[in-house]
């Protein structure tokens, strides 16, 4: 595979490239910092407001417990809809900027 | 105290069978591995023939070690709720891994997490740097599998402890050393399989005394101990403890050298990012079984009786899948717990030994001019040297408290590892010297801190006062690795590296150019 460096610099200082990353970085920090939120959110519940998960919505049962599971299947959500992203938006750009670069 | 019939601790014959049927299999699969791993791509990366979904079920073999299997079931059975904070923590690193590093990691990478540092920085500096991260973690990681391999297989089959570190070095030599990252993967596959299947029927089992409501098995745990098991305790004394342990937790999981190895393995980013989601999904259902099975531990055997056999309560899953499969059941649950130890180690060596070959002989000693069957040799002669280093490591620290050290290398990969590879990866600016010091600076704060901290400077050394008050040092550590890494690589400008980083980014999120 040859690519000439002035092609490369092209696609590079393209819109589109341009677009790609900046979509691909701002996506990726914000699915990292909704789960920073969550997570830090629930251990500083813990440190400073344990009432708020003791609180009993059965005979015994506390909101703890469902909050606690919530939180394992909202972090394997949460990669779903990166996947999900990833595979139908980011994936076909990709494809089309890789093809521009490679029939040259 | 009530009493409690177990054969735990005698030989029981169904674990026996079982384990050696694991050892058979496993050893069958290395030899048919063996004839395929002559080339470098194919000993440290199974030739990138693994699927995605394959991958996922690997690195959830890889993470979830017997720690997570008998130490988390033990707390929540001993502590309950408080329990379910280790399982977050060590869940919520996984969806970081696939936003950050997952991909760009598979893109830019060779073999391991150093390829992608030294990516566009000189190599050797930030090979060495790297190395010394990447070794850290790997050894503190193994005492702690070494020596609970020892401590369990004693208690589980009443083999003495040298003999069962011994086996567990030697069968797990044998994997990595014949069969490379193809046998090593196998291996973890069926061992994740066994691992999630047999938590799957102990849970059935378990929920089939309680109506198979679980909701009836949390209640009878109020009822029999005090609704307090359900909800947050005495774990968080100190919410600067919590945040920086969380952080090691998360980060520390983004900067495990033989989790971002296996990246490596799969074909391309696409598949890469599918095996986290495999992964994640995986390991997320194992943990909430854990909190099930100890909640059953506590409810079913009772806590006197698991604090009677390991006070930290790591008996527990094994209590219960007798008291509600009988000894044959128990046999099964034994055995897959030493079988998720040698398959932990076998990933630890296998990515201790490429660090040792790839990035320190080849690309640091012979500056990377290196032919492929010298290089698949050195990788032999380091798994070798590992290997043995692991089982030394098992007889060295018999009998150590050293629970600390799975600890202390989350702390070193969250520190030392985690941001270099994320500032390589996202920040034009960053230079060899910002990386080699950011490195050094985390891995030597990691342990300097851990030292003086509550978990060694008291409850190891005696001493009555800590110096420093945090029990896991990672929310400092980490945070002057960064800061370190920023202001260093501001005052050493490199526009070399800068220039490339514009130019890798067609790798990085193209995978134009990727191995």
């Known amino acids: 595979m040859s690519i000439k460096t002035e092609d490369v610099r092209k696609i590079l200082e393209s819109e589109k490239f341009k677009m790609l990353v900046m979509k691909r970085v701002s996506v990726s920090l914000t699915l990292t910092v909704i789960m920073l939120i969550v997570y830090f959110g629930f251990i500083l519940s813990i440190a400073f407001y344990k009432e708020f998960l003791a609180q009993k919505i059965g005979d015994y049962i506390t909101i703890g417990l469902p909050i606690g599971i919530g939180i394992i299947i909202f972090a394997w959500l949460l990669t779903g809809i990166y996947i999900y992203w990833a595979n139908n938006k980011y994936d076909k750009s990709v494809r089309e900027l890789r093809n521009q670069i490679l029939e040259k | 105290m009530e009493t409690f019939e177990t054969t735990l601790g005698h030989a029981n014959i169904a674990s ?114 790297s190395s010394i991260g990447s070794l850290m973690t790997i050894v503190f990681y193994l005492i702690a599998q070494m020596v609970g391999a020892g401590a369990l297989i004693q208690i589980l089959f009443g083999l003495p402890y040298e003999f069962a570190v011994i086996i567990v070095g030697f069968v797990m030599i044998a994997y990595v050393l014949f069969g490379g990252m193809l046998a090593t993967t196998w291996v973890q596959i069926i061992k994740a399989i066994l691992l999630i299947g047999g938590a799957t029927f102990l849970v059935i089992f378990t929920l089939a005394q309680f109506g198979f409501n679980p909701i009836n098995l949390f209640n009878q745990a109020a009822i029999k101990y005090s609704d307090a098991v359900l909800s947050p305790g005495g774990f968080v004394t100190n919410p600067w403890d919590a945040i920086s342990l969380g952080l090691a937790l998360i980060l520390g999981t983004a900067g495990l050298p033989h989790i971002l190895m296996r990246f490596f393995t799969v074909p391309d980013a696409k598949q890469a990012r599918k095996s986290v989601f495999v992964a994640t999904g995986l390991i997320g259902y194992f943990y909430i079984l854990t909190f099930v099975i100890g909640f059953g531990a506590m409810t079913l055997v009772g806590q006197d009786i698991i604090a009677h056999f390991d006070k930290g309560g790591n008996m527990a899953a094994l209590l219960l899948s007798e008291a509600v499969g009988g000894r044959f059941f128990l046999g099964f649950i034994a055995a897959v717990a030493f079988a998720t130890i040698l398959a932990v180690v076998a990933g630890l060596t296998l990515s201790g030994a490429s660090t040792l070959s790839h990035d320190l002989y080849v690309n640091v000693f012979k500056a990377g001019k290196a032919d492929e069957v ?28 050293v629970a600390f050290t799975v600890g202390l290398a989350f702390a070193v990969a969250a520190s030392a590892n985690f941001p270099s590879l994320v500032l390589s990866i996202l920040w034009k600016k960053f230079s060899t010297k910002g990386a080699v010091s950011s490195i050094i600076t985390g891995a030597s704060l990691a342990v300097i801190l851990i030292i003086l901290s509550p978990t060694i400077w008291v409850d190891i050394l005696k001493n009555q006062q800590a110096i420093f008050p945090l029990k896991n040092p990672a929310l400092f550590s980490m945070l002057t690795s960064f800061i370190v890494g920023i202001v260093v690589s501001y005052f050493t400008k490199e526009p070399e590296a800068q220039n490339k980083f514009e130019d890798e980014k067609l790798r990085t999120y193209l995978g134009i150019g990727s191995e």
């Open chain 2, 374 to 401: 010298n290089e698949v040799r050195v990788a032999r002669i380091a798994t070798l040297c590992i290997g043995v280093l692991a089982i030394l490591l098992g007889l060295v620290f018999k009998g150590q408290n």
């Open chain 2, 16 to 129: 026996v069978i079982i384990f050696f049927l694991f050892v058979a299999i496993t050893l069958l699969i290395t030899y048919w591995a063996a004839k395929r791993t002559r080339t470098t791509s194919e000993f440290y990366a199974a030739d990138r023939s693994i699927s995605g979904v394959q991958n996922g079920l690997a690195l959830a073999g890889d993470y979830m070690s017997a720690a997570s299997f008998l130490g988390i079931a033990g707390m929540v059975a001993l502590k309950g709720y408080d329990g379910l904070i280790y399982s977050i923590g060590f869940l919520v690193g996984w969806p970081l891994v696939m936003f950050l590093i997952a991909e760009p990691l598979r893109n830019l990478g060779k073999f391991t997490f150093a390829d992608v540092v030294a990516f566009r920085l000189k190599q050797k500096p930030v090979r060495i740097a």
